[in-house]
């Protein structure tokens, strides 16, 4: 099986939080290129599942039609229990595990964009603290335990430029910046691991800052005169197309530990 970076010809991959937004895209650009990709989300269809209804069993669909193979899990990121039994199932299916994807985020409804952290729940913190960076925690701890013994893996964490700049919430710029700074002392460690490894070979861990997206939450408040419409928005498949232009990079691994702009990824030759 011949590989490019770090993906072989057709992947196996995990992504979190998938049902919709920039797990949807990454998703769905897995599938462009014939990956399996196991999504992970909370919500199911009522009926038949239809694109956009927020659940990974439509996802699966798209990225079925788009030549890959989609299997959906209904998962409770915040059940460790249901994360093992996911890992185990993977295990048991395939064997192994190419690129982890970090997605999952607790995102309060209605999202909290305004006011000082005093005014706001302090359960919003652990709605973004538990599905945010514990679950990243969570689930990397199972896939690097196999990318680490087979000498080989990627492992993609979803944040954002709040981690150094101001956005939303300080609950959102904590998670933000927790998630960078578990990117850069996991590389620590998983470069300890494999000291020997070759240009191309290894585990490597990254931080991935969309730009602002255009998601199904942002194309509502548009549509209702909260936002404005923005030209430089970016597609959500285009985050997991930045995904997969680093990962087929000669030797990402070189890059672990650090935050990559998905503009920057964009502009990188195909």
């Not at 990117?183 to 494999?194: G, P, S, V």
Request: proline residues 6%; hydrophobic residues 40%.
């Amino acid at each position: 099986m011949s590989t490019v970076g770090l993906l072989p010809d057709r992947p196996l991959v995990l992504v979190t939080g998938a049902g919709r937004g920039v797990g949807r895209g990454i998703a769905r650009a897995f599938g462009e290129i014939g990956a399996t990709v196991y999504l992970t989300g909370r919500t199911e269809p009522a009926g038949t599942p239809t694109p956009g209804d927020g659940s990974v069993f439509s996802v699966a669909r798209e990225i079925d039609d788009a030549g890959g193979s989609g299997i959906p899990v209904t998962v409770d990121h915040r059940d460790d229990q249901a994360v093992a039994e996911l890992f185990a199932q993977i295990e048991a299916d395939h064997g192994t595990l190419d690129v982890l994807v970090n997605n999952a985020f607790g995102t309060p409804r209605p999202w909290v964009g305004s006011g000082g952290m005093w005014e706001h729940p302090i359960e919003i913190y652990d709605q973004m603290h538990d599905v945010g960076i514990r679950s990243t925690y969570v689930a990397t701890w199972h896939a690097c335990r196999a990318m680490v013994a087979r000498g080989r893996g990627a492992v993609v964490n979803v944040s954002s430029r709040a981690a150094e700049e101001y956005f939303f919430s300080t609950a959102y710029g904590v998670s933000k910046a927790a998630t960078d700074k578990f990117t850069a002392d996991l590389a620590t460690e998983l470069a300890t691991a494999l000291p020997d490894r070759a240009p191309g070979q290894g585990v490597g861990v990254f931080s991935v800052w969309p730009g602002l997206v255009r998601t199904e939450y942002y194309q509502s408040q548009v549509a209702d005169g909260h936002w404005p419409e923005r030209a430089d928005a970016q597609d959500p498949i285009d985050v997991g197309r930045a995904i997969l232009t680093l990962l087929r990079d000669p030797d990402p691994v070189r890059l672990s530990g650090q935050v990559v702009e998905v503009g920057d990824l964009l502009q990188w030759p195909a």
